[in-house]
């Protein structure tokens, strides 16, 4: 088989730049994985980078592939007593824009951004987990350090990132205050946040004061969130944001509130999603999966996805069985 099928990306545009088509097969080197991919997930990294923004100007030509995630079954390893032998069950990130990405039958990737799947998820489960939650472990564990006695503000609770990020800062002992719209305030009680605010009808700022540090997952994309989150910091507090191009001023903003301010940039690594992968399985740490959409519909996803009210992931099935 030299070629398979695949959702391209003819171009920066709408939704409607997403188009079905063969595509030839990847060819797997050095220390990758050629992998079949079952299910992948949206992200709004991929909405972005659709429309011309993220990712896109490391995009070298036309039509490309994208797809964060991938949740799938090794064809071939790197070498013969690998770990992640073939036939194994696996789940992790792709390297878009460098190589296409999970919106297609097969994926070539860095072996080092693989993990085992977890047993106890599907096969569309496990796709929507690795990008989102090694994206908040990143954010809640390496850069914030969440422990007991720390108080923490996080946006955008029921999103992908924010669902994950309630519940590893609850995990390692922080006291938590989430926002989130008002039809998820009891979903992000349920992950474990001490106290959610509807932002429709709260002005979080008056209610939240002498936070450790803030997980901003809105930035300045939304009423200016980044730049009120700053009130909400005792001095010396740490704002942490990922969408970091909505809010070009931040650092300065943040000196001038005497608090401390970066911005993150999540980083594949299979040795992160294996600890992940325990707490999945342990019940420590679970992922919610909003929709379930065949590849073909990909373009709606996005619809969903950029609208910006979905709870958790939206999946995408690749293939079946």
Known sequence: MTTMQAMVMTAVG???????????????AGAEALVRVHATSVNPIDVKTRSGR????????????LGYDIAGTVVESAYHSHALAPG????????????DGGNAEYAAVPELFLAPKPTT??????????LAALTAWGMVVDVARAHEGQRMLIHAGAGGVGHFAV???????????????TANVSFVRELGAARVIDYTTTRFEHEVHDHDVVIDLIGNVHDNTGSRSLATLRPGGLLINAPSGSWPTM??????????ATDYKVSPSGATLAVITRMLEAGDLRVHVDRVLPLAELAEAHRL????HTRGKIAIEVARG
């Open 251 to 260: 650092l300065d903003d943040a000196r001038d509130a005497r608090v401390r």
């Open 121 to 130: 998820l599907t096969m569309t489960e496990a796709a929507a987990v690795p």
């Open 305 to 308: 996805v950029e609208a910006g």
């Open 14 to 28: 709408g939704p409607d730049v997403l188009q079905v088509t063969e595509v030839p097969m990847p060819v797997r």
């Open 167 to 181: 519940q590893l800062a609850t995990y390692f002992g922080a006291t938590v205050t989430a926002t989130c719209s």
């Open 54 to 65: 993220g990712s896109a100007a490391a995009i070298r030509q036309y039509p490309t592939v």
């Open 88 to 99: 194994r069950e696996v789940y992790g990130m792709t390297t878009v824009p460098r190589l």
